[in-house]
């Protein structure tokens, strides 16, 4: 056996996914779900590991464009799809691929690499740092009441099949895009995914269904739910599952979640995946009736330390010297210089004395804007060799919106 990633060939895409649904449990998925999947995987970009003819690593990189603090849509690896068979534990399978992969996405031209975690402990030895995270939420529909601003009585709300509307609500969501951090644009074939709906995905509950908002003829908004009809001893217990809402403005925006709390014989509104600083917290009565929970949602890498820092804009004007270390990616280690502010930035090599002091991993965490310097310092993660240094670029890094990634892959 070699633990030499090499390049997947389309002809083996059906052993090199069986080794990955088997490392993720051995329960196949629907046909649906397969030939999405088959149909995403860009075999140019995927490895496999092999012993003899059995597959035993699997890693993939999507060609994603990921929106960054100022507006900007990036290149940026999406990677996916990484398993070890239970077989080859410890024999550097992992490390090979992800060591194959970086090198990949840097010939590439990609400053950026992103996933998000099965086991997140795995990857921060690869320079990724926690910078998006997602909240999930479960609403008293009952007890919970909504203050909805002046003008949402005038949307017209309308069901629609998802799959009618699939281009409306694809022009909403990428004209949101820019607007929060972490959000990707959806290649084509991307649209599919949201309107994915095997049985064996619903977990009891409705076929996906659509309602749109409507403004002058226009759709503004959408939101794809699902409903889990129940019944207990008070009454109908009814759950509205959320899988995606999107807006364009505020009434818009209220009139979607208005219709969610309304629909009839439920008591709850779920949501698996929203930002954490979502607006609709500030629309409800009662946020303790909303059993709200953060969790890890995207970890991001920076595979070319001056392309990533040059992309995105910042909050404040910044002028510091980083220290970086990057063993997995000794290109990116050494001193960067980055100046900037919220028109644009530069960042180059220097030999000037170092102001902070971090890796790789720290400059992931804080690149989105989801967390700050000054909070990874306080874990000890980023020194401060500059007195009012990490002040300067803590809040130059900050973002108007908190970044959040609104579907895996």
């Known amino acids: 056996m070699t633990s030499e990633p090499k390049v997947l060939a389309p002809a083996e895409w059906d052993v090199w996914y069986e080794q990955l649904e088997r490392a993720f449990g051995g329960v196949p998925e629907s ?54 068979a239970p077989t080859h534990r410890r024999r550097g399978v992992l490390t090979s691929m992800m060591r194959r992969q970086l090198d990949d996405v840097r010939a590439w031209g990609e400053p950026l690499a992103v996933l998000t975690a099965s086991e997140p402990d795995i990857y921060g030895r690869f320079g990724y740092g926690l910078a998006a995270q997602r909240m999930r939420a479960e609403i008293d529909t009952v007890r919970v009441r909504l203050s909805v601003p002046e003008g949402t009585d005038g949307v017209r709300l309308r069901l629609a099949r998802p799959e009618d509307v699939a281009a409306e609500c694809e022009a909403v969501y990428a004209r949101s895009v820019p607007l929060r ?10 649209e599919a995914l949201p309107l994915l709906d095997p ?14 908002a409507e403004r002058d003829g226009r759709i503004a908004g959408y939101a794809l739910y699902r409903v889990r009809p129940d019944f207990d001893e008070a009454g109908a217990a009814g759950v509205v599952v959320l899988e995606h809402l999107g807006a364009l403005d ?29 607006a609709w917290q500030h629309l409800v009565s009662d946020v303790r009736r909303c059993a709200t929970a953060v969790r890890d949602g995207m970890f991001v890498r920076l595979v070319d330390v001056g392309a990533a820092l040059e992309a995105r804009t910042y909050q404040a004007p910044v002028d510091v010297v980083f ?29 000037e004395a170092p102001e902070l002091a971090l890796s790789v991993r720290e400059l992931g965490a804080a690149y989105l804007g989801g967390f700050t310097l000054a909070s990874l310092a306080l874990a000890g993660r980023v020194r401060e060799l500059r007195e009012g240094a990490l002040a300067e670029a803590s809040v130059a890094f900050g973002s108007q919106h908190a970044p959040w990634l609104p579907h895996g892959f």
């Open 199 to 212: 049985p064996s995905r619903r977990g009891g509950a409705s076929p996906l269904t659509c309602v749109v």
């Open 31 to 84: 046909p649906e779900e397969r030939a999405l999947w088959r149909a995403l995987t860009e075999c140019e970009r995927s490895l496999g590991v092999w012993d003899g003819d059995v597959c035993v690593g699997t890693a993939g990189a999507f060609s994603f464009r990921l929106s960054v603090p100022g507006g900007a849509v990036v290149p940026a690896a999406g990677v996916t799809m990484v398993s070890v």
């Open 181 to 190: 951090p972490g959000m990707t644009e959806r290649r084509p074939g991307w």
């Open 250 to 278: 505020p009434v818009s925006y209220a009139a979607l979640w208005r219709y969610l709390f309304e629909i009839d014989l439920t008591a709850t509104v779920t949501a698996g995946n929203l930002p954490v600083d979502d």
């Open 323 to 351: 220290e970086v270390a990057d063993d997995f990616c000794p290109w990116n280690a050494g001193r960067w210089r980055l100046t900037g502010d919220g028109k644009g930035a530069r960042c180059v090599r220097t030999d």
